[in-house]
Structure formats: structure tokens, C-alpha cells
């Protein structure tokens, strides 16, 4: 991982954060997924650092957290709904959290941490049964795979940018060769129906725009549907 990454991820490992169940998310997932268990090649081009934190949390207070983060170099600054996210050239550093109930929010109050985070629906999937991995000595807590391929493509049936969604389903696709099939069966079958409408209709979608992923595309649509159409 760049340096840089490697020093913000360090400062989350030692205030305990991934113990007490904050997850990176997005696409520095996807890049650990690819360097350390063998997800598809996929150009990584992103300033996005992306972390999602449980809520309700029931971790410590961290409230000297983010000062930690501007001894790094970074600025902090406030969204229009009020979420917090730190800066500098190169990154920008933001705070998910699960939206809850009607969904009326638009930041919410982490008092752990003394700050807002962004609210969004379906982040709560990335919180189930999430894994650790170790990189250049942290440890770092990341979603289970099999989460993050179908959160990616539930994502991407949403987005109204097309690039985002493209960016979306290529990672979905891209981290389904590393699926435990089984798992990944499992979980799709708990799912709500609508989302599992989400999800196939963008997997018969994602042949058009992705071609050269044909292969993986069929292979993760017979492992959820259990038949070829």
C-alpha cells in the first residue's frame, strides 16, 4: 500500500478501532482483496479512503482521534450534511455509518468519536462476519468478500453516474473469483427479494458493459441462481 495509506491505517490500528469494529471500506478494500487473496486485476484510482463505522458503536471514546490524523498532514473540514471528512493533496478521508430506520438523517451523531458520519442504506451487509488481514505489519478489518461483491452490485443497481456504477460492478466482478461459493449462495439466499432482483438484473447488465468478464460473470450468476439462463 502507499506509505501515506499505510500511516492512516496505522493510527486506526492503534487507537484499537478495527478491534472495536470499524471496517475499511471501498475501494482500499478491493486493493487488499487483490493484493492478498487474489481478486481479479483491476486499476486501482482512487482518493477515496473510506471507513464504515457500527452504529450504535460500542467502542471507547476517541475524541483526540481525528488530531491524530492532522498530525499527518491532513485538514479537516464539513460536508453540507454536516459529516466530518479530513483532506490533504493526495486523499480524502470520510465516515459511513448504517442509516437506520426511515432514513430521515442526513449525518449522524457518533459520540464516541465526536463527529458525524454519512448515513447510508444497505452498509449494514458490510458489518456481517467481516475478516482481518494483515498488511505490512496492521491489522486491519475489511468485509467478508462475499458481502462486498453483492453490497457492490446492490451499489451499482442504485448509482445515477454511470462511471460509479461501472466502477462498482467491475469490483464486484472482480472480487467474485475469490468467493467461496457456498458462502456466497448462503448469503444471496437471506437476502430481501428486492435486493436479489437488484443484483441479478445488474449481473445481466454487467455482460454488456463488461465483456472481457464474461467468464466471472456467468460462473457468480449459475453460483446465485444455481442454473445458467
Not at 29 to 47: D, E, I, V, W
Request: proline share 4%; with cysteine.
Amino acid at each position: 500500500m502507499v506509505e501515506s495509506v499505510n500511516k492512516i491505517l496505522k493510527v486506526f490500528a492503534d487507537n484499537g478501532l478495527f478491534e472495536e469494529g470499524v471496517e475499511l471500506i471501498g475501494s482500499w478494500c478491493f486493493h487488499l482483496y487483490q493484493k492478498h487473496l487474489g481478486a481479479k486485476s483491476f486499476p486501482l484510482r482512487t482518493q477515496d479512503i473510506d471507513f464504515l463505522i457500527p452504529n450504535p458503536y460500542r467502542g471507547k471514546e476517541h475524541k483526540d482521534f481525528i488530531d491524530q490524523l492532522k498530525e499527518l498532514g491532513f485538514n479537516y473540514d464539513f460536508s453540507n450534511n454536516g459529516s466530518l471528512y479530513l483532506w490533504n493533496a493526495d486523499f480524502k478521508i470520510e465516515f459511513i455509518t448504517p442509516l437506520k430506520g426511515r432514513g430521515l438523517e442526513k449525518s449522524i451523531k457518533i459520540k464516541a468519536f465526536g463527529f458525524k458520519a454519512i448515513p447510508l442504506r444497505f452498509v449494514d451487509l458490510l458489518l456481517n462476519h467481516p475478516i482481518n488481514i494483515n498488511d505490512n505489519g496492521i491489522n486491519i478489518k475489511i468485509p467478508n468478500p462475499a458481502n462486498f461483491c453483492l453490497h457492490k452490485l446492490i451499489v451499482a443497481s442504485r448509482r445515477k453516474k454511470l462511471d460509479k456504477a461501472s466502477k462498482d460492478l467491475q469490483q464486484a466482478i472482480c472480487t467474485s473469483v475469490i468467493l467461496d461459493k457456498q458462502e456466497v449462495k448462503k448469503l444471496f439466499e437471506t437476502l430481501p427479494k428486492k435486493w436479489k432482483k437488484a443484483i441479478l438484473k445488474m449481473l445481466e447488465k454487467s455482460k454488456k458493459e463488461l465483456p472481457l468478464l464474461l467468464e466471472e460473470i456467468n460462473q457468480l450468476e449459475f453460483t446465485l441462481q444455481g442454473t445458467k439462463k
